[in-house]
């Protein structure tokens, strides 16, 4: 995993993923204390910055490999970014998700072109269903988060804000990630490592789910006590991949945890300042740019808002806390 | 009016004005029943396009005129733009606003540095506060829209147009823009006219304020019976300007006129689909490409969404017709 993958990436990503602008306002400003700036990966395709990750993985693949096509797990942003960028190449997806998933969520991922397979999470071994597809269909499995190419996706993101940021004149920051399975929180960290080496990543976790924030203390990986029962599910993972964790513990700074109820109101004023709409998880990194600035001692504060993919009734509810 | 005063604008805008991107959606696409495009507006500074012409309308001024400071009426997105342009430049802003609008929106014009002044709406006379004020302090009135350089300025929006959508192929399409006073569409109509002449702009209505349908129609400035009474408040305006509507007579289309309701659903949508705030008004042209696309012989459709200066109260309303 290097930087020349991400540059690689990036190239086989130019004109098929948005290029995200730098966000601001000065209202933002205010609340924090200093200059913020907002990477609004909300506005990739399919509401989240999964959609490089999954281009950068199939593009990766020998067109034969590709051809069989691709199957993937998850009823969240990574299936529709795997789903999207599939539909793009023609090429089969299949995306295995639980049966409770929400309806809409299984509606958009068939709409986005991918065949839906559905198990049932008490008695069906998901693992098993897909390895069997796999193997049955020669389909190849593009993992969330433990993969280098997605990683090297993901970090496209990296490149973007050091271009971005330094042309604005930023040489010091702190870039806020919210933080999954560390596939975009390192890509972004590598990237950066090269292009912008005066800016440091941290970490951002909901209150609870601080599986990479006690995982950088300790030095080893730490795993979330529950998974389910918060509103910031986009960013809820077990714990820091193997591939992703070594990287984060190199390059990043400590890492911030928010309440949810900074999360929903971070992604309140992104709806009142920014004119974005940001699903709570994807809130996480600009509530702590903006109510935990005093844990950062850099001139300026970035964040990735990594992802929109909200109901309107979980909206709703964010914006009661404006 | 012409194109070189555009092209000079943008320079002018350069690294100052945001460069929004093109969006779009699958899902939209099936809706207009052919490729629809969006440029969303709603995330420039200020959360409308209105920051382009308030920007080159103040670095058109000679630089002790504009170290005088400016003036400007609307308590709506013209009003914001103006004051944020002049806060950025360090020069005196005033903007006079009726006691009764939002709360908000005036603490709002504060907040971005300018000096509100309000009047009483019923009792005195709005331009006569504003013709004294500029004489006794030497400010330079900067019109909404009937003043070639804000024209200019909004005519920028045009030429990231034609360039973003021509960099993906594009030569024939319809560009839906939501129309006021007009400024916007004729300068993204002069824009266009230059660098992507097989693009015709479609001015954008809400039902019952329809005075650009109708002045089109007849060839002469009609007026609007009604100035109030719609969600779509953004671009509700008496008529066409003097000098934007030859412009408009010249080069545009046909206008298309759309319910309240469709401007509702379609701000709902790009909740949905495309991860931006957009208010009533600015979703105007959205609805008209996604809900009138058989209006269109063109192959793409293009709609700019024009701001997303709305309360939170509004956009529940939006989310509630998903």
Known sequence: MNIEMIRAAAARLEGHARRTPLLSSPFLDEIAGKPVFVKPECLQHT??????????ALTALAPETRESGVIAFSSGNHAQGVAYAAKLHGVPAVIVMPSDAPKLKIANTRALGAEVVLYERGSQDRDAIGAKLARERGLTLIKPYDEPQVIAGQGTAGLEIAADARAQGIEQADVFVCCGGGGLTSGIALALEADAPGYSVRPCEPEGFDDVARSLKSGKIETNAKLSGSLCDAIITPAPGEMTFPIMLR??????????EEALKAAALAFQRLKIVVEPGGAVGLAAALFHADKSDAPNLIAVCTGGNVDA?????????L
Request: with cysteine; charged share 15%; glycine share 14%.
């Open 47 to 56: 509401g989240s910055f999964k959609f490089r990750g999954g281009w950068s």
């Open 313 to 321: 009734d979980v909206f709703a509810q964010t914006l009661a806390t």
């Open 251 to 260: 390059l990043c700074g400590e890492a911030v945890i928010v309440t949810e």
